[in-house]
């Protein structure tokens, strides 16, 4: 597998990493909307925030990962 490949499977691996890590947010976010006591610290929309920016990088990551390949490594390599 070529290095250009591979920095795409990481580049995507890197956007589920944080679509993982924004179920955090989630689970709080719908833990204080149902009444149960968390330990967070952050407000509910802090919260939701948090969940929406995680999230939107995650999906950037994984849908734009061949932008991303395409910016690090230019067109010539492509060619």
Known sequence: MEERK???VAVRIG????ILYSMLPL??????????????????AGDIWGFAFFSLIGIALVRGGDWIVQFAYGLKDKL
């Open 27 to 44: 689970f709080y976010v719908v833990a204080k909307l149902l009444g149960i006591a968390t330990r967070s610290q952050m407000s509910l």
């Open 6 to 8: 591979i920095f795409g």
């Open 15 to 18: 956007g589920l990493v944080f």
